[in-house]
């Protein structure tokens, strides 16, 4: 069966070139005009994946990805936008998107993005009931990965800092999960992008980097040492100062 995309963008241009694209490539879309369409047409029937540009008229794509996630609905959330600072693009991701596209974009790169986040999306082992906060003592089944003061859960997608719980997107929980398993090893940058991504999006892009400031915004405290440490013109490595 063909992955099922919501597409929500007011620029009739820009809609019907993407919708024609995305059914080009396979996918069975759903187009809407607006933020308030897009919500209920999400309810109405839930789509594999959302492509939700960000200046909507009623609601935003910002706020239908806030509303969804509220509902626990999980959907992987590929905004589009044409706000290119840092602060504009956090957002997104505070939001609960799972990743962006800045406009003009190059449709290829929104084909490969999608495929990173329904390759994702896969299901997973469900977890019947939750996890407490895992004690210091030795792991002898191998379930948690710990490294620099940081433990994670990979089957329940749990992590903490010492004994606090963080609270991570998937791509941030994924990322954190990578630099774990290589503590102390430099990952270079088109490394991080192939076994995230599935994609390298070229030294131009920053998406990377958006990613990696807000995974530290999350694990670091005040009087603690940063644990994510950037390696000019190569790469990240996690360690502990």
Not at 91 to 100: M, P
Not at 198 to 221: H, I, M, Q, T, W
Request: aromatic fraction near 6%.
């Amino acid at each position: 069966m063909p992955h099922t995309v919501l597409l929500a963008e007011d620029d009739r241009a820009i809609r019907n070139a993407l919708e024609r694209a995305l059914t080009l490539e396979g996918y069975r879309v759903t187009a809407v005009a607006d933020g308030v369409e897009a919500l209920a047409q999400a309810h109405r029937s839930r789509p594999d994946v959302l492509v939700l540009d960000v200046m909507m008229p009623g609601l935003d794509g910002l706020q239908v990805c806030r509303v969804l996630r509220a509902e626990g609905d999980r959907t992987p959330v590929l905004i589009l936008t044409a706000l290119v600072e840092t602060a504009d693009r956090i957002a997104g991701l505070d939001a609960g998107a799972d990743d962006y596209v800045v406009k003009p974009f190059d449709v290829e790169e929104v084909f490969a993005r999608l495929r990173a986040l329904l390759r994702r999306a896969a299901p997973v082992e469900p977890v019947p009931a939750p996890v407490p906060v895992p004690e210091r003592a030795p792991d002898p089944s191998g379930r948690f990965v710990e490294a620099a003061g940081l433990r994670m859960d990979p089957r329940a997608r749990r992590a903490w800092r010492g004994e606090r719980e963080l609270e991570l997107t998937r791509t941030e929980f994924e990322l954190l999960e990578l630099l774990i398993r290589n503590a102390g090893v430099v990952l270079e940058h088109a490394t991080i992008y192939d076994r995230i991504w599935g994609y390298d999006f070229g030294p131009g892009s920053k998406n990377l980097a958006v990613y990696v400031g807000y995974l530290r915004r999350k694990l670091d405290e005040p009087g603690a040492p940063q644990l994510i440490h950037t390696v000019r013109g190569v790469g990240y490595v996690l360690r502990a100062e």
